[in-house]
């Protein structure tokens, strides 16, 4: 338990190692079955495979220069997991898109809401809960709420939410 990372950082260099073999090996087979594949075919599959190559490099960028680093992943986790242990937020998808840093499905997911609710296949409870859940965690994520979102977020917070604020606060 006290590896202080080691075996994270080993695993995570196999990892590396294992995708960057994959993508090699792809792109051999790719020049080995030439032959076999009409023009398209095989420009399509080259040109993903090169896509992904340079995924992979910006991915290192990242880890290399200190951007990214599992602490941070890890962090993010454990505040997500916080919200669900004090029960802030009820919507496993909230908590996983939470999770996930993805503040742009959180706002497709309220859009969702807003239309399920004029249509009337959302309950006006379960919207306004999972509404201020979203808001929530799109706070915490660091993104701009419109002052109609604000005022919505402090008619209909309650003290769960609260207590999430100031856990998540005291872990940041």
């Known amino acids: 338990m006290a590896s202080r990372g080691k075996t994270e950082t080993s695993k995570l260099k196999q990892n590396l190692e294992e995708q960057l073999d994959r993508l090699m090996q792809?792109?051999?087979?790719?020049?080995?079955?030439?032959?076999?594949?009409?023009?398209?075919?095989?420009?399509?599959?080259?040109?993903?495979?090169?896509?992904q190559l340079s995924e992979f490099n910006?991915?290192?960028?990242?880890?290399?220069?200190?951007?990214?680093?599992?602490?941070?992943?890890?962090?993010?986790?454990?505040?997500?997991?916080q919200a669900a242990i004090s029960q802030a937020f009820k919507t496993p998808e909230v908590i996983r898109l939470f999770a996930k840093k993805q503040p742009?499905?959180?706002?497709?997911?309220?859009a969702e809401m807003d239309r399920d609710l004029m249509v009337g296949k959302l309950e006006r409870d379960l919207?306004?809960?999972?509404?201020v859940e979203i808001l929530t965690a799109l706070r915490k994520l660091g993104e701009k709420l419109t002052?109609?979102?604000?005022a919505f977020l402090s008619a209909n917070a309650g003290a769960i939410?609260?207590?999430?604020e100031k856990v998540s606060s005291d872990l940041g």
């Open 127 to 131: 919207y306004t809960q999972q509404k």
């Open 58 to 81: 910006d991915s290192l960028k990242k880890i290399m220069s200190g951007n990214m680093t599992l602490v941070d992943e890890l962090s993010g986790m454990q505040l997500a997991i």
């Open 161 to 164: 939410l609260s207590q999430f």
């Open 147 to 150: 002052a109609d979102d604000e």
């Open 26 to 51: 792809q792109l051999q087979d790719l020049e080995e079955c030439r032959e076999e594949l009409d023009t398209d075919e095989y420009e399509e599959t080259k040109k993903e495979t090169l896509e």
């Open 104 to 110: 742009g499905q959180l706002r497709t997911r309220l």
